[in-house]
């Protein structure tokens, strides 16, 4: 942990809430003297006050550690503006719609990048009655699978999470127009309009 950055953050984070360093110290059980070690970086807090602290300043734990602070300037949300995490260690998939700090298994989770689907990962689409029968031409084995498809509309998200030696299929109601995303354990997140 960076001493100068977390007392700067602590600082930003604790005038953002109208308190002085004493009610800090005393919301803590600590000294006064303590948060102005930390806030000049002369000192860190102790590893067990990391979570009251980010209580009290009001972020999470990943926020305060990292000194990026994540605000939600869109209160409705917006689905297209959607991200998608996935976890190295558990292959946990994560969905967010817009910014967000995730962490899984210890670890902070960039959002995935986006590319277009390539020749190696075709995506075929076919109605069957009142649905779409969506498969991807790919090789499911242990070591190199289709982990999930998604599907984007302005107003929904259909979310289908595929398992090594599967079949990389699955039947989604495509009501509007959209955007499918398919995530393959080597090549990453890859995207089609539909």
């Given at each position: 942990m960076n001493t100068y950055i977390t007392g700067s953050v602590?600082?930003?984070?604790?005038?953002?809430?109208?308190?002085?360093?004493?009610?800090?110290?005393?919301?803590?059980?600590?000294?006064?003297?303590?948060?102005?070690?930390w806030e000049t970086g002369k000192g860190l807090p102790d590893i067990s006050l990391i979570e009251p602290l980010s209580t009290a300043l009001g972020v999470s734990v990943m926020e305060l550690m990292s000194g990026d602070t994540v605000v939600n300037k869109n209160v409705s949300s917006n689905i297209l503006r959607s991200k998608f995490y996935v976890c190295p260690v558990c292959g946990n998939a994560i969905h967010t719609m817009g910014d967000a700090v995730i962490s899984c298994c210890g670890i902070l989770l960039p959002p995935?990048?986006?590319?277009?689907?390539d020749e190696a990962h075709t995506v075929t689409v076919e109605k069957v009655e009142d649905e779409h029968f969506i498969t991807v031409n790919h090789d499911m084995t242990k070591s190199h699978f289709i982990s999930f498809i998604a599907?984007?509309?302005s107003d929904r998200v259909h979310f289908v999470k595929f398992y090594p030696e599967g079949n990389a299929e699955t039947r989604l109601q495509l009501r509007a127009r959209g955007y499918l995303y398919i995530y393959c354990n080597k090549h990453g997140l890859m995207k089609m309009k539909v």
């Open positions: 602590i600082k930003r984070l604790r005038e953002n809430k109208n308190l002085t360093q004493t009610q800090l110290a005393e919301n803590l059980g600590v000294s006064s003297k303590a948060v102005s070690k995935l990048e986006v590319e277009d689907i599907y984007l509309s």
